[in-house]
């Protein structure tokens, strides 16, 4: 490695003064015009771990559900999983080093983490629609190429494929073939599959719509469409060619505001469903008859799945352990719902997938989901050899059962939640159930909720504890929490900084929606007091 042609490139790579920046919930994110230094840094530091791992490393650029002046990037582990978090720090310290300390900041890691300099490495890179991404996916490769890194550029990826090409490429294809065909195959095969054994596929199983957030989903739904034929035909709405990404549209638009997105033409009953920015999110929703919206998010995903899975393990008579990871924005209803009525073990994690995603990798079957969309299943190695060697060995009904299983081990994308994978999981359930989309909404009613984000000087005032249910800092937050949870009733609220963007987002639900808008503006003036609020609390309710 030649230092001096580290240092030159670096220069070109100045980090604006004073810009501190940290590895969030998803990687660094924050306006596009502030990250050319942060991909070089980060293409470095992919690099230094490919090295150290003797694998195939991933960086992704994008801000998924942000704004389309944001932009982002993160990288992947070997598994197709998120960065260790001792190499979040790394990361950190990385990012954030001036521009005369970079190459100390770069050996120190070296030397802290046993990295062999002269090991081969290289790199996968992956980027969204925005207009920033492909100018900032070359700095990263300009930061792969100068230490000597070896990388393909797949260009315009999902995140969640970019997740599965790492871990195709660094399991010898045994989880499938490391190419965008490969994915689509390996996806439609288990879903036409699955689609084979629903007893009689009505006409309103055949398609969906689609809600695309002006984003990649649209463009990879494009090219998988042929794959789907004749299973399943889809309509897209914001698929890019007019709208702004993400803006007023998208699956945390929909979530956030419990509104559909614009530019989505739905009849009553009609199921349909939003992608957000980079497809790593989908949620659901319809009008009934009456004209009132219903969103189908993702705890009511996770329940129908478990509920899905646990009937066909009753089938074979396994009794593998299934546990569901949710995270403090899930609605009371859904875990009283698994914990009472279908008596599956729940776990809240702090927000981000990857604190959800090892949790889940404690049960034979985890099923992660948030609230927003964002989540998967894992199948334990054990669990998955014993459903295969099962759906070769039983007979009749049980085998049935135990296929199907294998096929959802394989539709699913086990290495990161995925918006295209999760839709064809669920669009399989509803047809092999004959499920309506009403009658899934209606396996148990959410209690009215609001989510607002607050404005403050520095969200790092505001610490959490108990997976972010309960504030430490700044003192006397918790205790007007608690004061003011006490005037409603089923109510609950809790506050934490995002991970995302520069806000403080807020949590309140209750037994109507009156109550959770106004409990959710009350604790949001409690955060602008405490925390040193900037501009106004938004009125929930619009
Ligand atoms: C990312 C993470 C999610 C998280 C969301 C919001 O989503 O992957 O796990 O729930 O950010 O995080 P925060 O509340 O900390 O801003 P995405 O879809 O933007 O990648």
Not at 522 to 537: H, P
């Amino acid at each position: 490695m030649d230092l001096a042609v580290v240092t030159k490139y670096s220069a070109l790579y100045s980090k604006p003064s004073g810009l501190i920046l940290q590895y969030g919930t998803a990687g660094f994110r924050t306006k596009a015009e502030h990250l050319d230094h942060v991909m070089f840094r980060m293409g470095v530091l992919a690099v230094l771990r490919s090295k150290q791992t003797k694998s195939t490393i991933g960086v992704m650029v994008t801000a998924s559900h942000n704004p389309e002046e944001d932009n982002g990037v993160k990288l992947i582990d070997p598994l197709g999983d998120m960065l260790a978090p001792s190499w979040e720090e790394h990361a950190n310290c990385l990012t954030n080093a001036d521009e005369q300390d970079m190459l100390r900041v770069l050996m120190d890691i070296s030397q802290r983490e046993a990295v062999n300099l002269q090991q081969d490495a290289f790199i996968v890179i992956g980027r969204d629609t925005r207009p920033s991404s492909e100018k900032l996916s070359q700095s990263v490769i300009d930061g792969v190429t100068v230490l000597g890194g070896q990388f393909h550029d797949y260009g315009l990826l999902t995140t969640p494929q970019l997740h599965y090409m790492v871990c195709c490429r660094n399991t010898n294809g045994q989880y499938g073939k490391a190419t965008i065909e490969g994915y689509y195959q390996k996806l439609s095969d288990a879903f036409m599959e699955l689609s084979k054994q629903a007893s009689c596929i009505g006409h309103e199983y055949k398609s969906l719509k689609v809600d695309c957030a002006n984003g990649i989903g649209a463009l990879k739904l494009r090219e998988m469409e042929h794959y789907l034929s004749p299973g399943l035909s889809l309509q897209l709405f914001n698929d890019g060619t007019k709208g702004k990404l993400n803006y007023l549209c998208g699956a945390d638009f929909v979530k956030s505001y419990q509104k559909p997105p614009m530019g989505m033409e739905m009849k009553s009953n009609e199921r349909c469903c939003s992608l957000d920015g980079d497809a790593d999110r989908i949620v659901y929703y319809y009008y009934d008859v009456e004209g009132c919206f219903h969103l189908i998010d993702g705890d009511k995903i996770a329940t129908l799945i478990s509920s899905f899975l646990k009937e066909l393990l009753l089938e074979i008579g396994q009794s593998l352990n299934i546990g569901v990871v949710q995270t403090a924005y899930a609605n009371g209803s859904s875990t009283r719902y698994l914990e009472e009525v279908m008596k599956v073990p729940v776990y809240c994690a702090k927000t981000g997938v990857k604190h959800l995603h090892h949790k889940a990798q404690e049960f034979d079957i985890g099923v992660y989901f948030e609230a927003n969309g964002h989540g998967t299943v894992l199948f334990s190695k054990g669990a998955e050899a014993k459903i295969r060697q099962l759906a070769k060995e039983l007979e009749d009904k049980e085998k049935k059962a135990a296929k199907m299983l294998e096929n959802i081990i394989d539709l699913f994308n086990q290495a990161a939640g995925d918006a295209i994978s999760d839709m064809l999981v669920i669009e399989a359930i509803l047809a092999l159930k004959g499920l309506t989309v009403q009658q899934w909404d209606a396996l148990y009613t959410d209690l009215p909720n609001r989510q607002i984000k607050v404005k403050v000087a520095d969200r790092q005032v505001i610490s959490t504890t108990d997976a972010e249910r309960r504030a430490v800092t700044p003192p006397g937050l918790q205790e007007a929490i608690n004061d003011l949870v006490k005037k409603y009733k089923l109510s609950r609220a809790f506050v934490r900084p995002s991970g995302t963007e520069d806000v403080v987002r807020v949590y309140a639900e209750a037994d109507s929606q009156e109550s959770a808008d106004s409990l959710a503006h009350e604790v949001g003036l409690a955060v602008f007091q405490l925390a040193g609020g900037i501009g106004e609390v938004p009125r929930p309710g619009f």
